[in-house]
């Protein structure tokens, strides 16, 4: 292999590992931070090392074992003298007895482990913003630019603000725990943010080759699930559930054999997953029966759960979606909704209408860079026939995109609009 495919290795398995790592090591030291801190070091250790020794066999095992002896070596330096710390430093090494276990061990009550995580990041001593960052950084591996896009912000801004939340968990010491009653519900509202925020990034991802990210998906729906048994009175939990199982339902169809993004519109419907439709709609039963029809997740779920009931794309309910998206835009005032309920107002009342709401977001700073935003627009514009400037639109997107394969989609319809 060579030099830059080993680096490409050791960033994929990292990544995959990262946020078991630090579920695992803020579960021993109870120091959310410092667990982080160590895992970046195991990561540093793996870059010098599996270049020479090359990849191990078991790469999750060889991090575990790395960030636990820098763990050790971390407690031993600060010379503990309290029992607490003996203990942990005791259990820590039993561990390292054991490490042919050690996969093993990692998988269990793992989806607890990770949702004790998020709760922690998510303390309302931090800001609300830095609470989403922090946990976003630790809990998934996002990059900075990554999370940066979720919000629409600038890089440097994210960056300060997890530096900023970071010190003030190290500095306050905060216990690692998921909390109860009223505590849980102070949290909740945040932690459903930072679980959707994570399906997101793994369903249309926002760097690499890949366009989906089924393991952070996958991440995301456990979380969801595990929510909804801490909180089985909380509407938004059971609708955030509901949003994320119906949206998930579609990935068999989403992408062709080659890995290219497919359309909403032109995705075999076939391929659709019904048992997952099913238990989506069930969770959004479940939350008409808790009174929270009218939730942010709740009205996104419904928005969903119109694809998911039409057999085919001719069938779309277009115009409960516009509703559903005005009833979502007068609670939320999102320039993002607004776009999407632009897109549902073509459908329904046709292009011209949709293009004057979207000429009119243009200007939002919050869509400045925003690559959708041109996308939508070109689209639109292709169907008016006006197919000079919507190729220029889908370069504009393209340019914008960074994930690679939706920016090859984008070119291939500026291309289209070229030929047309």
């Not at 599996?50 to 999750?60: F, L, M, V």
């Not at 630019?145 to 010190?167: D, H, Y």
């Not at 046709?350 to 004057?356: T, Y």
Request: proline share 4%; aromatic share 4%; charged share 25%.
């Amino acid at each position: 292999m060579t030099a830059a495919g080993t680096h490409r290795t050791i960033l994929a398995a990292w990544r995959i590992e990262q946020p078991r790592l630090i579920t695992s090591l803020a579960r021993m030291l109870r120091d959310v931070p410092l667990a982080e801190d160590l895992t970046q070091e195991a990561l540093v250790a793996a870059l010098e090392r599996w270049p020479e020794a090359g990849i191990p066999e078991r790469p999750g095992a060889w991090l575990m074992a790395t960030a636990k002896r820098r763990a050790l070596d971390h407690l031993r330096r600060r010379q503990m003298l309290d029992r607490k710390h003996d203990m942990i430093v005791r259990d820590m090494e039993e561990d390292q007895q054991v490490m042919p276990d050690l996969d093993a061990a990692l998988d269990d009550d793992i989806g607890d482990e990770m949702l004790r995580l998020v709760f922690t990041a998510c303390h309302p001593l931090l800001s609300r913003e830095a609470r989403v960052a922090l946990a976003l950084r630790m809990v998934c591996g996002l990059t900075t630019e990554e999370i940066a896009r979720a919000f629409l912000l600038s890089e440097a801004t994210i960056a300060q603000r997890i530096v900023r939340a970071k010190r003030t968990l190290s500095d306050s010491g905060l216990s690692y725990e998921t909390p109860h009653g009223e505590e849980l519900s102070r949290r909740l509202a945040t932690v459903l943010e930072v679980v959707y925020l994570i399906f997101n990034e793994g369903y249309t991802a926002a760097r690499g080759e890949n366009w989906l990210r089924l393991q952070l998906c996958n991440e995301a729906l456990r979380l969801g699930r595990v929510l909804t048994s801490v909180a089985p009175q909380e509407p938004e939990a059971h609708a955030l559930l509901a949003l994320m199982e119906l949206n998930a339902s579609r990935a068999a169809a989403r992408t062709d054999a080659a890995g290219d993004p497919i359309l909403l519109l032109d995705q075999n419907r076939a391929l659709w997953d019904q048992l997952q439709i099913h238990r989506g709609l069930q969770a959004l039963a479940r939350v008409r029966e808790l009174g929270g029809a009218g939730g942010v997740y709740a009205l996104q779920a419904a928005i969903v759960a119109c694809h998911a009931r039409a057999h085919t794309a001719g069938e779309t309910d277009w115009r409960r979606i516009a509703e559903l998206y005005a009833e979502l835009a007068a609670i939320l005032r999102s320039p993002v909704v607004e776009l999407n309920r632009a897109v549902a107002i073509g459908m329904v009342d046709g292009p011209e209408a949709a293009l004057e709401i979207v000429e009119q977001l243009a200007h939002e700073p919050a869509l400045k860079g925003y690559h959708l935003l041109p996308s939508v627009r070109g689209d639109l514009l292709y169907k008016l026939g006006r197919y000079d400037e919507a190729r220029c639109a889908f370069e504009a997107a393209a340019a914008l995109a960074g994930n690679e394969r939706e920016r090859d989609l984008l070119m291939r319809r500026a291309a289209e609009a070229a030929c047309t």
